[in-house]
C-alpha cells in the first residue's frame, strides 16, 4: 500500500470535529468517491465501514421507510434491489448478498455484516478490529443492562468477549447520569469519538488515520440526520 495514496486522500479531506450540532463538511458519499479516486490499495477495508450504514438504510426501504442519507450504494439501488435480480450480488460482497432475500428482511443480515467488518479488519491488519470489539462490547454490555433476550437485532455471533467490562460499566453510569434521553445519547458518542481517535496516530497518513475519517464521518451524519428529523426522534437514537 502505498503512503502517498492515504497522504494525498486524507490531504483532500476536510478535517473533521467533534461538533455533533453541525452539518459535516462532506457527506459519507462523498467520502466514499474520494477514497474510490484517490486511494485504490484498501477500498474495501473502507466500504466495510460504510456498509453498516448501507444495511441500516436497506432495512429501513424493507420497512417501507424512506432513508434520508447515503453511504457507499445509492438509494435508488437500494429501492430496487429487491426487484432488479443481481442487484444485491453487485452491491453487496457475497457474504451479505445471500441475505437478501427477495421477499422479506432477513435480520441474520446484521450477524454476516459484523463477521465480515472483522474478517476485513483482519484482512488488512488494521485497528478497526479494536473498534468493533470495544463497540460491540459496550452494545452487549448494554443490552444485558436492559435485559434484553433474546437480542432481537444485531446478535452477537462475531463479538469477541472482553473479560475486564469495567469501562462499560462506568460509561453505562456516565449515560443513566444524563438528565434526557437524547444527552444520554450523545453522551455515549462522544466516548465513541474519543475512543475512535485513539486507533490511528495523527499525520501517519496510514490506512487506519482513513478508518478514524470513516468512523468519525458515521458519527457526524448520525447527529445531523437526527436534528433534521424530529419525527420519532427517540426511536432513532436508541442504536446503541
Given at each position: 500500500?502505498?503512503?502517498?495514496g492515504k497522504y494525498y486522500l486524507l490531504n483532500s479531506l476536510p478535517p473533521l470535529e467533534a461538533n455533533f450540532q453541525a452539518q459535516?463538511?462532506?457527506?459519507?458519499?462523498t467520502f466514499w468517491r474520494r477514497v474510490q479516486e484517490e486511494e485504490s490499495s484498501f477500498q474495501e477495508l473502507i466500504q466495510a465501514?460504510?456498509?453498516?450504514?448501507?444495511?441500516?438504510?436497506?432495512?429501513?426501504?424493507?420497512?417501507?421507510?424512506?432513508?434520508?442519507?447515503?453511504?457507499?450504494?445509492?438509494?435508488?439501488?437500494?429501492?430496487?434491489?429487491?426487484?432488479?435480480?443481481?442487484?444485491?450480488?453487485?452491491?453487496?460482497?457475497?457474504?451479505?448478498?445471500?441475505?437478501?432475500?427477495?421477499?422479506?428482511?432477513?435480520?441474520?443480515?446484521?450477524?454476516?455484516?459484523?463477521?465480515?467488518?472483522?474478517?476485513?479488519?483482519?484482512?488488512?491488519?488494521?485497528?478497526?478490529?479494536?473498534?468493533?470489539?470495544?463497540?460491540?462490547?459496550?452494545?452487549?454490555?448494554?443490552?444485558?443492562?436492559?435485559?434484553l433476550e433474546p437480542v432481537k437485532r444485531r446478535e452477537f455471533r462475531a463479538f469477541i468477549p472482553n473479560d475486564d467490562d469495567r469501562?462499560?460499566?462506568?460509561?453505562?453510569?456516565?449515560?443513566?447520569?444524563?438528565?434526557?434521553?437524547?444527552?444520554?445519547?450523545?453522551?455515549?458518542?462522544?466516548?465513541?469519538?474519543?475512543?475512535?481517535?485513539?486507533?490511528?496516530?495523527?499525520?501517519?497518513?496510514?490506512?487506519?488515520?482513513?478508518?478514524?475519517?470513516?468512523?468519525?464521518?458515521?458519527?457526524?451524519?448520525?447527529?445531523?440526520?437526527?436534528?433534521?428529523?424530529?419525527?420519532?426522534?427517540?426511536?432513532?437514537?436508541?442504536?446503541?
Amino acid at each position: 500500500m502505498s503512503i502517498l495514496g492515504k497522504y494525498y486522500l486524507l490531504n483532500s479531506l476536510p478535517p473533521l470535529e467533534a461538533n455533533f450540532q453541525a452539518q459535516p463538511p462532506l457527506s459519507s458519499a462523498t467520502f466514499w468517491r474520494r477514497v474510490q479516486e484517490e486511494e485504490s490499495s484498501f477500498q474495501e477495508l473502507i466500504q466495510a465501514i460504510l456498509l453498516e450504514k448501507d444495511i441500516s438504510n436497506l432495512e429501513q426501504v424493507a420497512f417501507h421507510q424512506k432513508p434520508l442519507s447515503v453511504a457507499s450504494i445509492s438509494l435508488e439501488s437500494l429501492a430496487r434491489i429487491w426487484e432488479e435480480k443481481g442487484l444485491a450480488e453487485r452491491f453487496f460482497p457475497s457474504a451479505l448478498s445471500e441475505w437478501i432475500e427477495p421477499e422479506k428482511w432477513h435480520e441474520e443480515i446484521w450477524d454476516a455484516y459484523f463477521d465480515y467488518c472483522f474478517g476485513m479488519a483482519r484482512r488488512y491488519d488494521s485497528s478497526l478490529q479494536e473498534w468493533l470489539t470495544w463497540n460491540l462490547g459496550l452494545k452487549k454490555a448494554f443490552y444485558e443492562k436492559r435485559d434484553l433476550e433474546p437480542v432481537k437485532r444485531r446478535e452477537f455471533r462475531a463479538f469477541i468477549p472482553n473479560d475486564d467490562d469495567r469501562e462499560y460499566q462506568n460509561i453505562i453510569q456516565l449515560y443513566y447520569k444524563a438528565s434526557h434521553p437524547m444527552e444520554a445519547e450523545l453522551s455515549l458518542d462522544k466516548v465513541r469519538w474519543e475512543k475512535i481517535t485513539t486507533l490511528a496516530n495523527p499525520y501517519s497518513f496510514s490506512q487506519d488515520e482513513v478508518v478514524v475519517y470513516a468512523l468519525h464521518l458515521l458519527l457526524l451524519e448520525r447527529w445531523w440526520t437526527i436534528s433534521q428529523n424530529q419525527v420519532n426522534i427517540l426511536q432513532k437514537v436508541s442504536n446503541v
